[in-house]
């Protein structure tokens, strides 16, 4: 079986491949002090609740956080018997090689989120992704990742209120009716909700304006779907894309003899 490792800079998602499906999908807060017996501890006792009896044979990381890889490789090493791929790594390849200025490091998830949206729905796509900042990654019509726009991510954002303004409460992001607010937390959220609503808006009329093209918009993380909700925002939203992306680099991976 494969384990594909997601890790953001928020959560760090496990999601085990047994050759025909995903089986299960684990999520655990991102943190670089996490050591290796304690990933599998938690793995092991999850794996057993689920009675997910086959071995983990192989792995594949993407990871945000630099310093989280290498407990996450000792993982690997010393409980599964085996060298993982990493994303953006030497040893991991990709189908496209990402066409942007020299010396830049793209995020390995939006490299993962690349190979997966074209996968599935072919070049010429925009894969928006709402995780601890909010990246839209533009892909070209033959696959490859040509750039996109990084913006602080919802959470983030009302974060921020909360610590630089004395008087604004933390508050969870919401879908609110009006855009007037008629109290402090419900101008927080409209804020918050109808300004994304209206980056999410500009940012993808920008992208296709400058490309001047038709091209698809996918959604992904765990916010997507709040603000798909009654908009034309999203042409599809797959709260799995990143895991299949994993899957694709890893067979693509062992396809070439890694
Ligand atoms: N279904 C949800 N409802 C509300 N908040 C969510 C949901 N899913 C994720 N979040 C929040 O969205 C932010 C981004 O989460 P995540 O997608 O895991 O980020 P990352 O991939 O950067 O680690 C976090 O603050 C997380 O708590
Ligand atoms: C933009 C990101 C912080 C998003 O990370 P996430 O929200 O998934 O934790 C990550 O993709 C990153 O660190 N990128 C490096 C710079 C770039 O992609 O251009
Ligand atoms: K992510």
């Known amino acids: 079986m494969l384990l594909c490792i997601d890790c953001g800079n928020t959560n760090t998602v496990f999601s085990i491949w047994d050759g025909e499906s995903f089986v299960s999908t684990w999520r655990i807060a991102t943190d670089h002090r996490r050591t290796a017996d304690e990933y599998f501890v938690w793995l092991n006792t999850l794996k057993k609740l689920h009675d997910i009896d086959g071995k983990v044979t192989e792995a594949i990381i993407s990871s945000t956080v630099p310093r989280v890889v290498f407990n996450l490789r000792v993982l690997c090493n010393r409980y599964y018997d085996c060298r993982p791929l990493v994303v953006g790594k030497p040893g991991c390849e990709l189908p496209v090689a990402p066409r942007v200025d020299l010396g830049t490091t793209v995020g390995p998830d939006r490299l993962v989120n690349t190979v997966a949206g074209y996968d599935r729905h072919g070049?010429?796509?925009?894969?928006?992704?709402?995780?601890?900042?909010?990246?839209?990654?533009?892909?070209?019509?033959d696959g490859a990742y040509i750039g996109g726009v990084i913006a602080p991510g919802v959470n983030?954002?009302?974060?921020?209120?909360?610590?630089?303004?004395?008087?604004?409460?933390h508050v969870d992001i919401t879908h609110p009716e009006r855009v007037i607010g008629t109290n402090t937390v419900a101008c927080i959220q409209s804020g918050i909700y109808w300004g994304y609503i209206g980056l999410v808006e500009g940012i993808v009329r920008q992208?296709?304006?400058?490309?001047?093209?038709?091209?698809?918009?996918?959604?992904?993380?765990?916010?997507?779907?709040?603000?798909?909700?009654?908009?034309?925002?999203?042409?599809?939203?797959?709260?799995?894309?990143?895991?299949?992306?994993?899957?694709?680099?890893?067979?693509?991976?062992?396809?070439?003899?890694?």
């Not at 796509?125 to 019509?141: C, I, K, P, Q, S």
């Not at 983030?156 to 409460?169: G, I, K, T, V």
């Open 123 to 141: 070049g010429n796509l925009v894969v928006v992704d709402f995780g601890t900042a909010t990246t839209f990654d533009v892909v070209d019509d």
């Open 156 to 169: 983030l954002s009302l974060e921020a209120l909360h610590m630089a303004a004395a008087a604004l409460p």
């Open 207 to 258: 992208i296709r304006a400058e490309r001047d093209r038709p091209m698809r918009v996918i959604a992904t993380g765990g916010l997507a779907s709040l603000f798909d909700q009654g908009f034309d925002l999203f042409d599809k939203v797959e709260d799995d894309l990143t895991m299949h992306g994993l899957r694709l680099i890893n067979d693509y991976n062992k396809g070439l003899g890694a």
